[in-house]
């Protein structure tokens, strides 16, 4: 899926001031923005609405939580009900149907209209300093990731891409599980390979509304992952509802790639609202969260597992084929091992890496962890997070980077590199002792795709 934001320690506002934490409750009550409901977050100095998506000011909505009790603040805010863009998905998909009767040099998209039209058809719309992009073979049109330009704004939205050897390690998870049905959250180049094969049935959730040119009404939805928001409201409430009514009988699977920089509150609270509209739809009384595979970075592992202890990080480094760092090698020989891992609920031994070399099985563990991995019989697990091989210290009781060592002073393992005693790296505070501390000392970026 996509390019990921920077990390950052600023809050949504742009102050790098006290940790910020997300409240997580029913958005529907909350003030609008461009990009749907907001969300509720929480400072020392008090509690505001600010956009679930946009980092900094991108989005000038910010409300405190006391003034939003005021009715000229929500009489202000009403604005925002008409204002909040809609796609006309069933245009869009006529005129694509249109597009591709013509011969493919007689094709062609405009990036910077973000239109598919026809050459030959004369319009005023098109100017010369637009981004325009012919001609277009079949090939291109079913699969737009390959030739659409990537975002590239950071602060709003941007995207990075999974290379086909992660996308083949997808779709072999998913038939080891006896997995038909994809819900695509900002992952086209899984929907664009599902939608190839006739085995797989899919639906594409993504924030970038330049998919709607290639796809039905009922495989695309406009969307913001942060706030379970649909742009098209109702219409697309019921596509959504339609899809997961025919998933029924073929196992599902959330497959997710969120901003790096993405709050992992709203991101879980996305997955148990979908979750139980898919139970309800289906008539499943049972609790347990869908199947879900989330690409998102190593060192996220705490925040997502203490608040969804079902999911489980695996050791496979996820590669992006427009990433220089992700793509496990450049062209200078320096090699880079992605940060980015699968985090699921499904069973691990299902991750099947035996034809990979990078990859081995652990006895122990009885799943495919990465070879510089070893396992720790006093931890009984492998503990590498982050492709070095990790060593146990006996005082911690845990393992630790092999740049580490114990510090007899802080009493704790820290990076040898300028240690200075008394100085706290957030990074290097127990993994525990971290999580009771401030779980909103994570991520703080709310962006979307």
Known sequence: MPRKHKLETNDPNGQKSSPVEVVIEDVTTHPLC?????????????????????RNKECTVHIDEEDWKKESVRKRNEKYYSL?????????????????SRHYVDRAFCNTCEDLYIVS?????????HRIITPLTDEQLSRPTTWLPMLENDSVEAQYMFTK?????????????????????????IHEEAESRSDFNSILLDY????????????????????????????DEKVLKKFFKKSKDGGICIVMDPPFGGRVEPLVQTLKELTATY????????????????????????????????????????????????????????????????????????????????????????FYVATSNSHCHKCGSCTSKNGMTYK????????????????????????????????????QINRNQSLVSNLGKQLTGTCFI
């Not at 998905?89 to 597009?99: G, H, Q, R």
């Not at 058809?121 to 300093?129: E, F, I, R, V």
């Not at 390690?169 to 038939?175: A, C, E, Q, R, S």
């Not at 210290?393 to 300028?418: G, L, S």
């Open 165 to 189: 050897k992660s996308v083949t390690t997808v779709f072999g998870i998913l038939k080891n599980n006896n997995i038909s049905n994809i819900l695509c959250i900002g992952t086209p180049s």
């Open 392 to 427: 146990h210290c006996d005082v911690c009781k845990r393992c630790v980077k092999p740049t580490f060592f114990h510090c007899k002073e802080c009493e704790k393992c820290c990076q040898q590199r300028n240690h200075v005693c008394g100085v706290v790296v957030e990074s």
């Open 34 to 54: 461009l990009h749907g409901p907001t969300l509720l977050f929480s400072t020392e100095k008090g509690r505001f609405f600010a956009c679930a998506s946009c």
């Open 121 to 129: 058809q004369p319009s005023k719309k098109h100017a010369k300093d």
């Open 84 to 100: 909040i863009p809609k796609i006309d998905k069933a245009a869009a998909w006529s005129n694509f149907i249109e597009v591709k």
């Open 208 to 235: 970038d509304k330049r998919h709607c040119n290639f796809y039905p009404p009922n495989k695309f939805i406009w969307y913001n992952m942060f706030n379970n928001y649909m742009f098209n409201g109702n219409e």
């Open 279 to 366: 139970k309800n739809v289906c008539d499943r009384p049972d609790d347990d969260l869908l199947p879900v595979l989330w690409a998102f970075p190593y060192f996220s592992e705490p925040y997502i597992t203490n608040m969804a202890p079902e999911i489980k990080m695996h050791d496979y480094q996820i590669e992006y084929t427009n990433h220089k760092k992700f793509l496990n090698k450049t062209k200078d020989g320096r090699k880079f091992v992605s940060p980015i891992r699968f985090f699921t609920n499904l069973p691990l031994r299902t991750i099947d890496l035996s034809n990979d070399s990078n990859y081995k099985m652990c006895n122990k563990c009885k």
